[in-house]
């Protein structure tokens, strides 16, 4: 038996799995501590410390040089130090202890956030379109003070800290947070107009703003990069921030890049699946991040259920990720027992598996293609001025994660889309003409496109319509419109006109199209009158009244498109419809799936590759993440999994670039019986508790006869 990749069926980001396996169970140990915090550091045992994370099966620790209040936590001489060490090198013994200890150590400094900086340099700071700066008033608490990176003393201010760092310990690394310039990513500092019209272009124009911003990032980056290679060759640099658009520009000075999304926080649980997704699309390691907090940072008293940290440090480890859990020590520096008794039992049961996550990078056979302006974050709803991002990215983003559809983000430009089957563009993408065009080719060479559209887009823009059969696109003047799934394309409530909550584009067909090959999947109705102050009838919308007969969902047989924006739409509304319509169109035109069950959405499935070693033959890793159990959600609580609901008897069938030998549990190592030959195996998922995975392996090479 041979091994052979089959052409095009999946993406396995060669170049990633060439990258020597990294950390992959970090902590970030928060330490941000104010001058009302009068003793800092004093309960620290650096022996207890190393016990306490040894313990917790941790391999990785971001400890404090300098917080975001200005404080350093070791006797710089530039300080402020935090007059509560009463002396101690915090950071020195921190590092020092881990270092013996065989824990990667890495020192956290604050860029862009310095309140001590921002008081006493007010020139550095970045003004906002209405001439003001982000300080809060001086009756509020303090919050991103927002620096701007455009003042070189400043920035050799901050490498000088850096290379006292360095000149006074050997961390693995430095992890600089808050590099990006401000929170709305523009500057109208007088450094940043001068600069901005010193070229002829307009400050006011948010695309001029955005390439800016990405400029005085991307020598933040470079130059930091250069003083660490100078002084500590070897050291590693983290730098916050990252999952913006415009990576690869910036990628050739990161390492790794960590995935800042506690999903219980502001981020929710979608930021994280679609940014992991775009960094790894890039060739760039990752760590993804959650918190051991019930919300967000600083959330003293607040700690999750052990179950709920298991099945998120699952859910990250089972795109290929590693992992970090945030964490922030109280002032005395003593890590709290109960905390590193929830994180070990987290960790515990990813050390348990290890094997199969070292060096394992995520499989993909489909592109969720995103692009937009520079720094543009697109895990977010992001809105500026006539500049907003929709959730499209994130609501594609989801259907596809609870379909089982392996998945990367890629920017538009960045990657050859030739990689994958199959390409799903979403509303929220701006279709430029280098876009379109990229796009084009991809479909021309072969290539399967799903195109949701946004009301509003032309033909020009989505040239691909014309090969559906459509000749002319105008948005629909009501919202919402309503949708009626043609007979033959499934059986979903005969007759029924469902609400598109977002509107639609009415298109109209050619007199000799769609041919045979195109389907007309669900059709276009509009009510009699919009609601408005002059007509309006009941509470809501106005009922359906008119049946167009006009196309809003096309399927053809690499072509698929959607007349209304799907993929926000379930994003905003949750409605069932419109993933169901989504999961119809993805069998039709993109049939054979690398894993296909019949899994309820609850049971996200994600497949990992890693290559043949000494120790193991080639193999490809299913894991199954159990969200089972969410409880029902109260308005003003966040998510919570505090009850494990078990999974069993789920039938799965893979179809791999590889002949496999031998399926197995990974947590039991007991054989999992399976049918199929080759690549194509069928198998019934062993119960699965929070996570279970299963491994398809290849015979070693050397084993061969
Ligand atoms: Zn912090
Ligand atoms: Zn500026």
Not at 479 to 490: E, Q, V
Request: aromatic residues 10%; contains cysteine; glycine residues 8%.
């Amino acid at each position: 038996m041979t091994t052979g990749v089959h052409s095009r069926s999946a993406w396995l980001h060669p170049d990633l799995e060439a990258i020597a396996p990294r950390p992959r169970r970090k902590v970030h140990l928060d330490y941000h501590n104010s001058q009302f915090e009068p003793r800092v550091g004093y309960a620290f045992d650096p022996d207890e410390f190393v016990a306490t994370l040894k313990k917790a099966s941790i391999d990785s620790i971001v400890v404090f040089a300098k917080d975001m209040h200005g404080y350093f936590y070791y006797p710089s001489e530039h300080g402020p130090v935090h007059p509560g060490l009463e002396g101690l090198d915090l950071m020195g013994e921190q590092v020092e202890a881990c270092r013996r200890a065989g824990i990667k150590v890495y020192t956290y400094y604050c860029v862009t956030w310095d309140n001590y900086l921002a008081e006493h340099h007010p020139e550095w700071l970045c003004f906002r379109r209405e001439r003001d700066t982000y300080l809060p008033a001086f009756d509020e608490t303090p919050n991103w003070t927002a620096l701007c990176l455009s003042n070189d003393d400043y920035v050799e201010l901050m490498l000088d800290h850096t290379r006292e760092i360095l000149s006074r310990c050997r961390p693995d690394g430095v992890w600089y947070d808050m590099p990006m310039p401000n929170p709305e990513v523009e500057c109208f500092c007088h450094n940043c107009l001068e600069a901005i019209r010193a070229e002829g272009k307009d400050p006011f124009d948010i695309r001029v703003q955005r390439e800016r911003m990405q400029e005085l990032l991307t020598m933040w980056l470079r130059r930091s990069k250069e003083v660490v290679d100078e002084v500590a060759p070897g050291v590693e640099l983290e730098q916050n921030n990252q999952t913006r658009l415009g990576l690869a520009e910036r990628a050739e000075y990161l390492y790794n890049v960590d995935i800042e999304a506690l999903p219980s926080g502001e981020w929710g649980y979608g930021y994280f699946p679609l940014n992991a997704r775009y960094v790894r699309s890039l060739d760039l390691p990752s760590t993804g991040m959650t918190g051991r907090f019930l919300l967000t940072w600083a959330d003293f008293g607040g700690l999750k259920s052990e179950n709920q940290l298991t099945l998120e440090t699952a859910w990250i480890a089972a795109t290929g990720s590693a992992v970090c859990i945030g964490d922030q020590a109280p002032p005395s520096a003593r890590l709290e027992p109960g905390v590193y008794r929830t994180i070990g039992a987290a960790y515990g049961s990813l050390a348990a598996i290890d094997d199969v996550l070292e060096g394992a990078v995520g499989v993909a056979e489909a592109a969720l293609v995103v692009s937009g302006l520079q720094l543009a974050d697109y895990g977010r709803t992001e809105r500026h001025g006539t500049h907003a991002i929709s959730d499209g990215a994130s609501g594609a983003a989801k259907m596809l994660s609870e379909l089982g559809v392996q998945y990367d983000v890629v920017e538009a430009g960045t990657v050859d889309l030739d990689r994958y089957p199959l390409v799903i563009v979403a509303e929220g993408d701006e279709l430029t003409p280098a876009v379109t065009a990229e796009l084009e080719a991809y479909v021309e060479a072969g290539g399967t496109l799903v195109h949701s559209a946004v009301p509003g887009t032309t033909l020009d823009e989505a040239p691909w319509l014309r090969d559906l059969g459509v000749t002319h696109s105008e948005p629909s003047p009501f919202t919402p419109a309503y949708l009626r799934i043609a007979d033959g394309f499934g059986d979903t409530v005969d007759g029924y006109d469902f609400a598109l909550y977002d509107g639609a584009d009415r298109w109209t067909l050619g007199g000799d199209a769609p041919s045979d090959s195109v389907q007309v999947a669900a059709t276009l109705g509009e009510p009699l009158f919009q609601r408005s102050p002059e007509h309006y009838t009941s509470h809501h919308q106005s009922p359906v009244a008119t049946q167009t007969g006009k196309p809003v969902v096309l399927v053809g047989d690499r072509l698929a498109a959607f007349a209304f924006p799907v993929a926000s739409g379930y994003y905003a509304h949750g409605y069932w419809l419109y993933a169901e319509l989504f999961r119809r169109v993805l069998d039709s035109v993109h049939p054979e799936r690398l894993v296909r069950s019949s899994a309820p959405s609850s049971l996200e499935l994600g497949l990992t590759h890693q290559p043949e070693t000494a120790t193991h033959g080639e193999r490809f890793i299913l894991h199954a993440v159990n969200f089972a159990g969410a409880t029902r959600r109260g308005r003003d609580h966040t998510e919570y999994f505090d009850q494990v609901v078990p999974q069993s008897g789920v039938p799965v069938e893979l179809d791999l670039p590889l002949d496999v030998a031998r399926v197995y549990d990974a947590r039991t190592g007991l054989d999992v019986e399976s049918t199929g030959e080759g690549g194509r195996i069928q198998v019934t998922l062993p119960a699965v508790a929070i996570h279970g995975v299963l491994v398809l392996e290849a015979t070693r090479r050397s084993d061969l006869p």
